[in-house]
């Protein structure tokens, strides 16, 4: 791909720089805010090279481009000067266009939880160096340089609750800096799981506020509903100082007394509930696995992110994340064999190149570019999930830490104390490629 020609090409497909009211991007798609979505020239922007597919939801308008969106998004921002450049859009929920209250709560979760996945993942696979160098290279994790690294890795969950506040706060419009401060004072050891704290003479709830999320999803609506009072009634000259003085000193003691425990309790429901969903073990696992591809295809599957973060923060592994394991190499596995099958060159090329970027890295390039297109592949993918998942289930197979699942990623399925996860995982794996693999060969695909 041109990288610099396909960003003019899509700006001037979408309508030009001035439809363009925001920008943003994922790990594969890039996400744009349009003003007027009747001047898209779709059909011609799907013919553009690099193109995986298009999805307009929620009032984004996401085109799937793969592992190289970044570099696609680096050419596009200068393009745009106006347009917003951040990494959620439609911030305020007043404004989401026709959109139900369950889509937008679901929405300002997913926005606000998406943007630390980055962090997430580095701290993942930080995790999995540490037990791949403790577990087969016998690596003292008394050592000073094993505990500096493993600070590093725990310091992403310790203080996630801070990076989801700011994220949260972007997305709607508030002093992003304020709430996470916030949060940072919240999450000190002075406050956190403290018990027996008391603030104007009132008692308040132990709340252990490191590595949860839910108080500072339930905080920033609140401030940011406070801060438009205060940014309309305050006299201009001292707005900038009134501002953030009230958000703190109001936000502070309510999130300590009312939002803090009430966040406590959802969060500790929710991951119950991770854990009611798993319990039904292999049946569940193949319900779940299934799904993955089809919620990927509809961009649902970071609304799960949330429940899946929580239940490692929670419990420490995750059994709910394991479905992405068996859904991703699944679709590899069927990229795979239409790349083989295909007698169409330019089937042959999209599945092979596809199939090995899901093996080692996204699968939207395979699932839009090949499965979807074909249809028949997307329901052998949902054959070999399914199956995998059974094995998932059976053998309880949990994920420690977050990353996009492929083979590259396998060590986040490592356990600190034994290998016998990670071996279980490696199988799964094999299975799920394998599996989408012989379920497509044998259903077959109409390539016109």
């Known amino acids: 791909m041109d990288y610099k020609k396909t960003a003019a090409d899509i700006v001037e497909l979408v309508g030009g720089k001035d439809n363009i009211e925001a920008h943003s991007h994922c790990m594969t798609r890039l996400r744009l805010v349009l003003k007027d979505n009747s001047k898209i020239k779709e059909e011609e922007l799907k013919s553009l090279p690099g193109i995986q597919g298009i999805i307009n939801k929620g009032g984004q308008y996401q085109i799937v481009i793969g592992p190289d969106v970044e570099q696609l998004h680096n050419e596009l921002a200068p393009l745009v000067p106006e347009a917003v450049a951040e990494e959620t859009v439609n911030e305020n929920l007043d404004e989401v266009e026709k959109e139900s209250i369950w889509n937008r709560i679901l929405s300002y979760i997913s926005g606000s939880v998406t943007p630390a996945l980055p962090v997430l993942i580095g701290s993942g696979m930080i995790s999995a160096v540490l037990a791949l160098c403790s577990n087969l290279f016998k690596m003292d994790t008394a050592s000073m340089t094993y505990q500096l690294f493993n600070t590093l ?164 592994s995750s059994l709910l994340f394991s479905k992405a394991l068996a859904g991703n190499l699944a679709i590899a596995g069927a990229a795979l064999a239409v790349g083989i099958k295909a007698r169409k060159t330019e089937n042959r090329t999209a599945g092979l190149s596809t199939g090995v970027t899901a093996l080692l890295s996204v699968t939207e390039p395979a699932l839009y570019g090949v499965l979807i297109r074909l249809k028949r592949p997307l329901i052998g993918a949902l054959i070999g999930a399914a199956i995998t998942g059974l094995f998932i289930g059976i053998f309880d197979v949990r994920a420690y830490a977050t990353a996009s699942c492929s083979f590259l990623t396998l060590p986040i399925f490592m356990a600190p104390d034994s290998m016998t996860n990670f071996y279980l995982a490696v199988a799964a794996a094999v299975m799920a490629t394998v599996l989408g693999f012989i379920a497509t060969w044998i259903i077959g695909f109409k390539e016109d």
């Not at 252990?208 to 201009?236: E, G, H, Q």
């Not at 009430?262 to 073990?281: D, K, Y």
Request: charged content about 5%; aromatic content about 8%.
């Open 153 to 316: 890795a725990n310091a992403a969950y310790t203080y996630l609750p801070v990076l989801v506040a700011f994220a949260a706060a972007r997305r709607l419009k508030t002093n992003e800096y304020v709430a996470a401060f916030i949060m940072l004072a919240l999450c000190s050891a002075a406050i956190s799981g403290v018990a027996d704290l008391s603030i104007f003479g009132l008692p308040i709830t132990t709340v252990k506020y490191t590595s949860n999320i839910v108080p500072a999803l339930l905080m920033v609506p609140v401030m940011a509903f406070l801060d438009r009072y205060i940014v309309k009634y305050s006299p201009k000259s001292i707005v900038s100082i009134v501002r953030p003085a009230i958000l703190s000193l109001v936000m502070f003691p309510l999130t300590l007394l009312v939002l803090g425990p009430i966040g406590t309790w959802i969060g500790q429901a929710l991951a119950n509930f991770c854990v009611a969903i798993t319990s039904l073990g292999g049946v569940s696992m193949v319900i779940l696995s299934a799904l993955h591809p089809l919620l990927v295809m509809v961009g649902m599957h970071t609304v799960i992110t949330p429940l899946i973060v929580n239940e490692i923060t929670t419990y420490g």
